[in-house]
């Protein structure tokens, strides 16, 4: 079946453009998860969702991050006033949300910001 | 101190060797552990998950957990060039809702 999905998969803006990141999780996965990779790290989470509700935000850098999962499928990562060290690949991951410290979660392909 | 610390890479092997990749953590209250294999300009991949202390094998892939010494391995037997990547440590506090802790990564290559 189809994996997690993201888009665009690059997007390059300039500073202090809002840019908005689009993440299709699999079929009937409750649970979504944001991460934040820059180049050379390991993924640092941003955000989870457990259908619509937003019950964890604890990781968003600054107020410029909001996400967003209207109708429990499909979720934005907005960005507003972009700044040079939001560059990074965004990530998405979704899981069934049944068990939550044990279930797999699957990661999309990822967006590459780049803010000039 | 970082919550997931890996050995600093990168590793190389040989063809044929035994790779050894490891991983500390923090957190006390962690449970459950995970092993992230991620090709270079890829997402990351589940390879293997640990819950309890003890060894955990599937074919090539052997994990190892230690909760007193806070410490959790992976061993590939017989390396192969395909397994060259990033390879991410990953935790799961207690307490929160599933969210991942990755570890910085550790680059391995396989060299022929």
């Known amino acids: 079946g189809a994996g997690v999905s993201q888009s665009p998969r690059y997007k390059v803006a300039k500073r202090g453009q809002d840019v908005a990141l689009r993440c299709d999780p699999i079929?009937?996965?409750?649970?979504l998860f944001w991460y934040q990779q820059a180049l050379g790290q390991g993924p640092e989470f941003l955000t989870y969702f457990q259908n619509e509700a937003q019950l964890d935000k604890s990781g968003l850098p600054s107020d410029r991050f909001f996400a967003e999962r209207p109708e429990g499928s499909v979720s934005t990562l907005k960005i507003q006033r972009t700044q040079q060290e939001d560059s990074a690949v965004y990530l998405c991951a979704s899981s069934l949300g049944r068990l939550l410290h044990t279930d797999t979660q699957y990661f999309g392909p990822g967006t590459r910001l780049t803010v000039l | 101190q970082k919550e997931v610390e890996q050995n600093s890479g990168p590793l190389s092997v040989p063809e044929g060797a035994i790779a050894s990749l490891n991983c500390t953590y923090s957190d006390r209250v962690s449970q459950s552990f995970f092993w992230y294999r991620q090709y270079s300009g890829k997402s990351p991949e589940l390879i293997m998950s640990i819950y309890s202390n003890g060894d955990k094998e599937d074919g090539r892939f052997t994990a190892q957990l230690n909760k007193a010494s806070q410490y959790v391995s992976l061993l590939i037997r017989d390396s192969q060039p395909s397994d060259s990547a990033t390879y991410l440590c990953a935790v799961i506090c207690g307490t929160s809702y599933g969210k991942l802790t990755f570890g910085q990564g550790t680059i391995l290559t396989v060299h022929p």
């Open positions: 079929s009937g996965h409750v649970s």
